[in-house]
């Protein structure tokens, strides 16, 4: 699994009218907000890209915290997907954005959750994505517990791509009792993060917390989406209903802000 000889299936194109399936939970799509695209022309190809790669409903998930802090808030994130998806419907873009954040992680959390400072997966209020720096570990386990006591649930991004997760995944494993989920991005499957990263993504698939994919997409080029690829990759080592699990319906239960579903392996 995980064999760069796979990574040919994300050049092959959409059939003519396949129906969008996905739902993209983590995707930097709002323009000059943080890493993502400059200006509307890039934000809009970038969508189109979204759209391309058969996603219904993308979040858009600008960083907030961290190097981040004090640079926009939720109302403000709030209005500037309101005025992506006007650009969207104007330019017949089939693609629905929804405000979100890729939340580094801070202490205060808990009180900027409740003071409508940062945001939830699609503002549905359940799931929080949570970012941990990728030069230091800082475990989560104490906020994650904090947040489960309050209603709240964590989707932590990426772990694929920290370097001490990545070499031992069975840490997360501390944080099952307080309802966590692992979003693995679509193109760590794919080699495209590295040799590192790639193994570590299939590893977590072994560990006892809900999984799904996202693509963490910034641009049209290195950081592209490539949901339909890791899709079809995954059915291949993993059968298609492990892959529709992870692919399909456990973005649309989390944006849902429903329980998520564990492979059965």
Not at 44 to 62: F, G, H, K, N
Not at 157 to 171: C, G, M, Y
Not at 240 to 264: F, Q, S, Y
Request: proline share 6%.
């Amino acid at each position: 699994m995980g064999s760069s000889e796979a990574r040919v299936f994300s050049e092959e194109p959409a059939p003519e009218g396949a129906p969008a399936i996905f739902v993209d939970v983590h995707c930097h799509c709002l323009p000059g907000m943080d890493d993502g695209p400059d200006d509307q022309a890039q934000s809009l190809m970038l969508c189109e890209a979204l759209a391309a790669d058969r996603i219904s409903t993308v979040v858009a998930t600008p960083h907030q915290l961290g190097r981040y802090d004090g640079r926009y808030n939720a109302a403000q994130i709030r209005q500037a997907v309101a005025q992506l998806n006007e650009l969207l419907t104007e330019a017949g873009i089939a693609l629905t954005v929804l405000p979100g954040a890729d939340v580094r992680i801070d202490e205060r959390i808990g009180d900027l959750l409740a003071s409508d400072e940062i945001l939830t997966v699609g503002d549905g209020g359940r799931w929080l994505m949570l970012e941990l720096p990728h030069e230091v570990f800082i475990d989560p386990t104490m906020l994650l517990a904090g947040l489960a006591q309050s209603g709240s649930l964590v989707m932590v991004s990426h772990p694929e791509r920290h370097h001490f997760l990545a070499n031992r995944p069975s840490h997360v494993r501390q944080w099952v009792p307080y309802g966590a989920c692992l979003q693995i991005t679509a193109g760590s499957f794919l080699g495209g993060f590295g040799a590192e990263a790639e193994r570590a993504a299939w590893a977590f698939l072994n560990e006892p917390l809900p999984i799904l994919l996202a693509n963490d997409a910034h641009d049209t080029a290195g950081r592209a989406p490539r949901m339909r690829a890791a899709h079809r990759l995954l059915a291949q080592e993993l059968g298609t209903v492990a892959a529709d699990v992870l692919c399909i319906e456990n973005p649309k239960r989390l944006l849902a802000g429903h329980d998520l579903l564990m492979l059965d392996r």
